[in-house]
């Protein structure tokens, strides 16, 4: 990522969208900028880059949804929309993390909050979240985090 903001990305990306005539990136990147836009207007707040992350993870997961079902439903087509929607998304998320990436900041942080039991997941969850958001499925490293806080405990 850049030193710009993710919002301030997104808006360039909408005015060269606008100038190529790419219809179906633009209306993405709207949606994208509307999502963004309705959280500021619910929430009364600017989003910062990380709130504006969480956002965009939210919808990122909503897509992976959508396109799983579409797949078994056997909708190649609405699939291959989803998949476009994801990639462009993915555009404006951080690097996603490697598998042994991710299991060095679970194993950190239950060392960091000395969490021994599943009763001590929300500490470690809150340790995890700002560090991972939009790099790792939250839901995976939520059960990556309990099996091994059972696995402890």
């Known amino acids: 990522m850049s ?3 993710v919002k301030a990305r997104l808006a360039a990306d909408i005015k ?3 100038k190529a005539g790419d219809k179906a990136r633009l209306a993405t ?3 994208i900028h509307a999502a963004i ?4 207007i ?9 709130a504006v992350i969480a956002v965009l993870d ?9 396109l799983e079902a579409y797949r078994s439903a056997g909708r190649d087509d609405l699939a291959a929309q989803e998949e476009a929607e994801l990639a462009i998304l993915g555009e404006f998320l951080p690097q996603a993390l490697t ?8 194993r950190a942080a239950i060392r960091d909050t000395g969490a021994s039991s599943v009763r001590e997941m929300g500490q470690v969850m809150a ?27």
């Open 3 to 5: 030193d710009t903001s």
């Open 16 to 18: 060269a969208a606008m």
């Open 29 to 31: 990147l709207r949606n």
């Open 37 to 40: 836009k309705q959280r500021e």
């Open 42 to 50: 619910d929430d009364r707040v600017e989003l910062d880059d990380a």
């Open 58 to 66: 939210k919808r990122a997961k909503q897509h992976r949804e959508s």
């Open 99 to 106: 598998e042994a990436e991710i299991e060095d900041h679970v």
């Open 127 to 153: 340790v995890l979240k700002p560090q991972l958001q939009g790099r790792a499925d939250m839901s995976a490293v939520s059960a990556r985090v309990k099996a091994h806080l059972n696995a402890s405990g």
